[in-house]
């Protein structure tokens, strides 16, 4: 609990590192690397003939899994921290802010947790759907701006933390990511448990459209020890 306590009180500081507080010293891992958990596999009827690699018959498809990046400190605490995206995002929403400050992945390495940081099923690294969908390039990034509150376009909200800097929305638009297939609380919720599986009991941060499949992955695996849900919501 004392663990918990103390990591929430990091969330709530988290915003305010500044840049020569966050580097100021070697980030040390002591383990580092990449998996795919959970998913399903298609089979095609028929035979698979070599003759013929572009006919489908008899080939498989693994799809709909999450895709994990996960970093282990030295001397790390108990429990691992499990990162879930929202809305139109993926694992880069803790990677790094736009203005280039460090995100959540590394300001809880540096204070000692591991971080698995996922793409959901049929999101960015974990694209690879098992229902057909349709990638729109349909103009949206002025809704993305107000959806997030930083504004209302083209004006930011007065102290509002986002950086005012040209290039930061730039890269912010940038990590914008779509689906690849529609969105599925169940299939997210049985990837994150898979992903749970692997990493060992866990906390799980969620944020935004990850709240839902966060709390059902929580009911489904009783390795998640606590969630931490910023902005929760879903069904969108």
């Not at 498989?60 to 139109?88: C, R, W």
């Not at 880069?92 to 591991?114: A, C, H, K, M, Y």
């Not at 914008?176 to 906390?203: E, L, Q, R």
Request: aromatic content about 12%; overall charge neutral; glycine content about 12%.
């Amino acid at each position: 609990m004392k663990t918990l306590l103390k990591m929430l009180a990091i969330c709530m500081m988290a915003g305010g590192l500044g840049v020569q507080s966050v580097y100021a010293e070697p980030l040390v891992i002591q383990e580092q690397g990449s998996f795919s958990a959970g998913g399903t596999i298609i089979t095609a009827p028929g035979t698979f003939d070599a003759k013929k690699p572009l006919d489908s018959a008899g080939q498989t498809y693994h799809g709909d899994h999450a895709s994990v990046f996960y970093q282990i400190p030295e001397n790390p605490h108990k429990y691992p921290i499990v990162m879930l995206h929202g809305a139109g995002q993926s694992s880069r929403t803790w990677e790094s802010t736009p203005d280039g400050r460090e995100g959540f992945q590394n300001i809880f390495l540096r204070r000692g947790f591991s971080t698995y940081i996922v793409d959901q099923p049929r999101r960015g690294d974990a694209g690879r759907t098992t229902v057909e969908g349709t990638v729109t390039p349909k103009p949206d990034e002025q809704m993305w701006f107000n959806q997030f509150r930083v504004g209302v376009w083209p004006d930011y909200f007065k102290g509002v933390q986002f950086s005012h800097d040209k290039e930061a929305l730039n890269q912010y638009f940038r990590q914008m990511t779509p689906n690849t297939g529609p969105f599925d609380v169940n299939v997210i919720s049985d990837a994150m448990s898979a992903v749970v599986d692997k990493s060992g009991p866990a906390i799980l941060f969620t944020h935004s459209q990850g709240g839902g499949p966060g709390w059902y992955t929580a009911m489904k695996n009783n390795k998640v020890k606590a969630i931490v849900a910023f902005e929760p919501g879903s069904g969108f």
